[in-house]
């Protein structure tokens, strides 16, 4: 029997898993690691002199920087070729360019506010900053936490993916290397840590996931300790990264809505919209053979600058598509979560990842088989409020008809190896399909024939879901959006000054914001505010359909 080949000084078989390197004098193999040569700079070196060889002929001979703005830094400086995404030209650049405020925007909000119930009633469309934190449910390691603490939480050993952000290309490395190259004075590149999952390490008890994340969360809810499929670990990430940081725009995994919470530093988002119109150039964008050469901020109509500093949390909705800038050194911790309130855009997301061909590294785990398993409990669900006589929220009868339309398409794919044992496909989504048309009667949202109080006011304060649900059926071009938060609150204002004319001054907090506090009678003010409603849908151009 042959044996295998040694390679390298070590003298080791060959290792799927381990970086090697090919000596350009010798030809033999070596571990980047037996010889110091992280994958990183391999790219790096021209022509590369293994130990036994440069004995003799000196060391390794460089590359040589021929410019700033190209992801190759060694094509010619002619004037020829535009600026990449992540080049240091390309970040100088993203400093000096104008946006839109991320003020318009954001909502923002108090840690207690955010509760899965305000974000039932008002939708989930627009990204929320806090900066007190207080009742949010989020735990953290205080602001001295280090790098080096993350690594000794971590492990050394454990092997990350970074980013090497002038070339916007990914390798791997060892975390004990990535916090020796961050803490040295002197960084020759640009490298990002954004992938660093730790729910399996000893610093997962440093860190709980804002209560609102963790409530709504589809792996947490719905997805079975008996499950095939080993569960999907995406709640609890920490990011660093080196100023200069970048990430192009993109939509997160599955059309998963995260949060994130800068510990120390600074970072900038840029935030766009996930209308059709706007989700549709990201996908001839991202499609695109030039895609590092164009901006994607200047192919729409709004892209939101939102700085985000030390101490601040940020959770953003459903398929908003953003960037990010590490404008100074930072650690953040973040979390992804998929939930039953933007059902519809998930599966949007998802299906342009399909198309756009996502390497599976970078989708969202199982979410195909995490979809059949939310089917099965909202079958359930369904049935107890039909049993109850309640009828459901209007986002989870948007979110379930999409998700059997999902379902069908899968099912006809081949192979649909995602469908879990225990589950009947067919079977459930016929029985899905029998419990949403007895709720599909939009006329009684508009002029309910025998109104109570209690009708009307469930019926304005689903107004978020309800214009959010008409919008994503309506595929005109100019399709309309959500209200924007201003709006929103502006529409909540005016009620609290309502009802402090009225004398009722609990119902206002110290914002003038009517929180999660609401008024339980007056059929007057329930009519009010259902005309405004209605207007308001109308500036959007949102179809009601009439009897
Ligand atoms: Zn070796
Ligand atoms: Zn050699």
Known sequence: MAAAPLYCVCRQPYDV???????????????????????????DIDVYHCPNCDDVLGPSLMKKRNNWHRHDYTEPNDGTKPVQAGTSVFVKELQNRAFASGEDILLRMRGEQVTQRYLER??????IAVTEMEGLGLKLPPTTFSVKDVEEYVGGDKVIDVIDVARQADSKMKLSEFIKYYTKPHRPKVLNLISLEFSDTKMSKL???????????????YWPDDSFFPKPFVQKYCLMGVKDSYTDFHIDFGGTSVWYHVLWGEKIFYLIKPTLDNLALYEAWSSSPNQSEVFFG??????YKCVVPQGTTLLIPTGWIHAVLTSQDCMAFGGNFLHNLNIGMQLRCYEMERRLKTPDLFKFPYFEAICWYVAKNLLETLK????????????????VKALIGALKTWLKREP??????????????????????????????????SPSTEEAIQGMLSMAGLLCSKTENVASSQEPWWPSPSQHLQLEKRDCEQHRLQGNKSLIDSQGNSSSKRPKKGMATAKQRLGKILKLSRQNRVFVQHS
């Open 298 to 303: 200047d192919k729409v109509d709004k892209c």
């Open 122 to 127: 008002h939708g989930f469309h627009y990204p």
């Open 416 to 449: 649909s190896s995602e469908v879990p044992d225990n589950i009947r496909p067919n079977h459930l989504i016929k029985e899905l399909t029998k419990e949403i048309p007895k709720y599909d009667l939009p006329i009684c949202r508009e002029h309910p024939t």
């Open 384 to 399: 107890e409020l039909r049993e109850d006589g309640c009828p459901p929220p209007n986002y989870l009868v948007d979110g």
């Open 207 to 221: 860190v709980e996931v804002p209560d609102v994340a963790q409530r709504m969360s589809w792996v947490e809810n």
């Open 17 to 43: 898993s381990r970086f090697m390197i090919e000596c350009d004098i010798c030809k033999d193999w070596f571990h980047g690691s037996c010889v110091q040569v992280e994958e990183h700079q391999a790219v």
